[in-house]
């Protein structure tokens, strides 16, 4: 079992930057891909984007391409999403998620993940 809690979000200015955060623990973080994803009020949650557990592979959602950055760090058993040049359509819930063990290729797709955090929410004011 794995938990993921994240952190970073808040309320920033269109323009502005974020960097969220998601900590792993309840087993040893590696052999899995981990992915971004977001649901804004009164829409479909939707992939943002993905690392493969070596983190040479990266995908991205189009609409975030050249704005926000995915990383991640096994020794600190974290996730990264730096996101710049915040738009007030990004307003949205962000969720951290991490797929089964030996499931190391990124996906853009949810049911493909086995493990979600919480949430943590971005707000950009226009």
């Known amino acids: 079992q794995v938990q993921l809690v994240e952190s970073g979000g808040g309320l920033v200015q269109a323009g502005g930057s974020l960097r969220l955060s998601c900590a792993a623990s309840?087993?040893?973080?590696?052999?899995?891909?981990m992915g971004w994803f977001r649901q804004a009020p009164g829409k479909e949650r939707e992939f943002v984007a993905g690392?493969?557990?070596?983190?040479?592979?990266?995908i991205y959602a189009d609409s975030v391409k050249s704005r926000l950055t995915i990383s991640r760090d096994n020794t600190k058993n974290t996730v990264y999403l730096q996101m710049n040049s915040l738009k007030p359509e990004d307003t949205a819930v962000y969720y951290c998620?991490?797929?089964?063990?030996?499931?190391?290729?990124?996906?853009?797709?949810?049911?493909?993940?086995?493990?979600w955090g919480q949430g943590t929410q971005v707000t950009v004011s226009s």
């Open positions: 690392i493969s557990w070596t983190t040479i592979s990266t």
């Open positions: 998620a991490a797929r089964l063990s030996g499931r190391m290729a990124v996906s853009t797709f949810g049911q493909d993940y086995a493990f």
């Open positions: 309840g087993r040893t973080f590696s052999n899995y891909a």
